[in-house]
């Protein structure tokens, strides 16, 4: 599964929320969640689960679709 970064900032741009509260509930330190963002990180299953859940996003719905 590869997440789509834009997708992910759109969705915390769209939430209000900031990074360091996402950071918290997703059990990791605001500077993850920037390498993450920059696409030098990526999300662990746990914690995408809980981004998901936080933002109240279907977690397909940041993944990116590869075409064949």
């Known amino acids: ?3 789509d970064i834009k997708k992910v900032k759109d969705a915390i741009r769209d939430s209000g929320l900031q990074k360091q ?4 509930k997703l059990g ?3 500077d ?3 390498h ?3 696409g030098r990180r990526e999300f662990t299953e746990k914690q995408y689960e809980a981004f998901c859940e936080l933002i109240d996003i279907d977690r397909n719905e940041l993944v990116t679709r590869e075409v064949a």
Do not use: D
Not at 21 to 24: C, D, T, V, Y
């Open 36 to 38: 993450i963002l920059g």
């Open 28 to 30: 990791t330190t605001p």
């Open 21 to 24: 509260f996402i950071a918290k």
């Open 1 to 3: 599964m590869k997440v």
């Open 32 to 34: 993850q969640v920037s």
